[in-house]
């Protein structure tokens, strides 16, 4: 039986999704993915599958086990990822994990910083101490939510008397209508609206 290929398809532009990944896209049978993900994808003889419900999505794989499947996961697959869910259902044996690079990464490569003392982490159906991280780290990046926002997460700080630090936030990271804001805490706790965000906390 094929393994299951976990393919992390990076922060967006197909620029930035690694070889390996373009290969095994090809040589599957089937591909297991978000819509956003499909798009600029040669696809043309494949059975595809667009995620809807997670657990529809974990039946549907589980169906075409014969098959040479390729699942689909933005950034990297081992961070916040459905690979969490897949090893629920699957043993490690049956997976080919390949790694992709986040867009956490890339926000900091953009920003010329390194992120070997700082805290990475998400967001999506956490609660977070966002005053707590910024105190404990030198830098916090943050995949981002609905709820907790880049205006969100700014007010938390500024409760905590945090309203100084300095907020990046990257919108659209690798597409190009790319942006990268650079504001204080209390200034983004006035802000607008942003797009596809992750966000960097630190002192500057």
């Known amino acids: 039986m094929e393994r299951i290929n976990v393919l992390g398809m990076g922060p967006g532009h197909r620029d930035y999704v690694l070889p390996i990944s373009t290969r095994l896209i090809e040589e599957s049978d089937v591909i297991v993915s978000s819509a956003r993900l499909l798009q600029g994808l040669e696809l043309e003889g ?102 907790w926002n880049p205006q969100a997460i700014a007010k938390a700080l500024v409760e905590k008397g945090l309203g100084e630090k300095t907020m990046y936030i990257g919108e659209n990271l690798s597409y190009e209508n790319e942006k990268i804001s650079r504001v204080r805490a209390h200034e983004a706790a006035h802000s607008g609206s942003h797009d596809m965000c992750v966000v960097v906390i630190c002192d500057e």
């Open 46 to 147: 494949k059975e595809v599958y667009r995620i809807g419900s997670l657990t529809e999505a974990i039946e549907y794989i589980k169906c075409k086990r014969h098959m040479q499947i390729a699942v689909l996961v933005s950034g990297d697959s081992c961070f916040f990822s459905m690979l969490s869910l897949l090893r629920r259902h699957f043993e490690s044996e049956e997976l080919n994990v390949v790694p992709g690079i986040g867009s956490l990464q890339y926000m900091f490569s953009r920003l010329g910083m390194s992120w070997s003392e700082a805290f990475m982490g998400s967001v999506h159906g956490r609660e977070l101490d966002f005053a707590e991280l910024a105190l404990r780290y030198k830098a916090v990046g943050l995949l981002t939510d609905g709820k």
